[in-house]
């Protein structure tokens, strides 16, 4: 199976999009008509990804189902999120499960099996390194031989992220920032798996909101190929993140959640239009995005 | 609803017993007479938990659920997850969801109405601090306001925990190690939900591989009670985990999973006689513990 990074690459350049949708179903934020219905949270959720999905599937690249709203819907949440993530498959959609896992190792093992290996499974997971490099294999080692992929997280985009990422730490042989040492991880973890496209199938995620930290680990991890969340309703702009990208415009993909998957709930839309605003959102950032590209 | 320390405490006390079973039903490891039944993996992970729980429920406080076991599931895992956990709840153990969840605020809040909100839920579930405060937060609410608990990973019981959480971090005031930073802010995210018992809500992973550390952190963080991996089949003992106690016996659960569960492969065991051998092994792991009290 072809290398993860290669397929996100070619999908980029295919479709000459940048944007992965993110699927974040919060049951609050569903249009009533789908939610009043006689099916219960699970289908409502289930139906608005799958309209959502077949609206914005031309214009993105990838969709990222966050496992949070999945879970909350407590026994029937994994069955949705494998049937969402199909129907995105068959959309011609890449697939990302949002899921932050992190263990020891063998239980790292268990969690790699469950999103990247067998039928179906994920493209790429999400997953964070606080575990340090034993927590990780795992996942690198079903990438590999699965042609799928992860994304570790580097910076993350929300406020509090500097709590530990923006620590200085020492090393033997030197002084850097938490979320710079896990970068170098990244890239270190990930040499093995670069692919013709000159991307790594180990990811970083790196938060569209600190956009001098996103500039320069584009710069400084030139094989690692980002997943950017915090576009739009988190408040980034695609000045914000122009810098996460090659000269090929190549090298990151920027998610948006609430500001594609809720557009109707900005401007004149019905909440029967949710599908028609978020194809028009998804539209306007793939356009936003490549506008800014240098 | 009663703090989930006080609680915590109070099983500890009747039961006379500090032993966390570690359900991590790895399919390759249950007997085969269940996995060749004809009702498929999910039914043979229930009906092995629900044995196990049976047998271990007397000599335990608690069991840990390792999501990625069920999880592995697909479909059928969160519904799988939730009968164990009720089932457990009814063999009166305190159920702890070990998922190590992780998010941003607003997913974070997510995650934490699947597993400490509303009917059923868990009475502690794990999570991972590298996202900061905000990712923390909903959390804590969600732990105040309903009784039940978390426990943050500080010192994990991987071999390479170290590769972040030993590294040395400047902060504006001192130098500490990462994981004593995070013990740090999880003593003062706990600080509001301290109990009775004298012990928060707000509890600490740290693994029983790193007897050191372990006996640092309960000197540093009265208040903080633990949650102690790595006992038995990881390789750490009764004399490793003694000081995780205070002078009452309290402040520490430790957890073992294979050890107790997978019982049946070591000695003289038949298959059939997993719960009888599990059973056993906890009873063991219960008065070795309580010999080693200070």
Known sequence: MQNFADRLCAAVQEKDSRVCVGLDPRLGGLPPHLTEQSGGPAQAVEQFCQQIIEAVAADCVAGKLQAAYFEVLRDEGLRVLWSVADYAHQQDLLVIIDAKRNDIGS????????????????????????????GIKPFIDAA??????????????????GDLQDLTVQTTSDSKLVYQHIGDLVAQWGGPLVGGSGYSSVGAVVGATYPQQLAELRSHLPQVPFLVPGYGAQGATAEDIASAFDNRGLGAIINSSRG?????????WTPEQFAEAAAQAAHQMKQEINRNLM
């Open 107 to 134: 239980t790292a093992q268990a969690y790699a099996e469950a999103y990247l290996r067998g039928d179906g499974g994920a493209d790429a997971v999400t997953v964070n390194p606080y575990l340090g490099t034993d």
């Open 260 to 268: 594609i998957i809720f557009a109707y709930q900005q401007g004149d």
């Open 144 to 161: 590999g031989e699965t042609g799928r992929g992860l994304f570790v997280l580097v910076k993350t985009s929300n406020p509090s992220s």
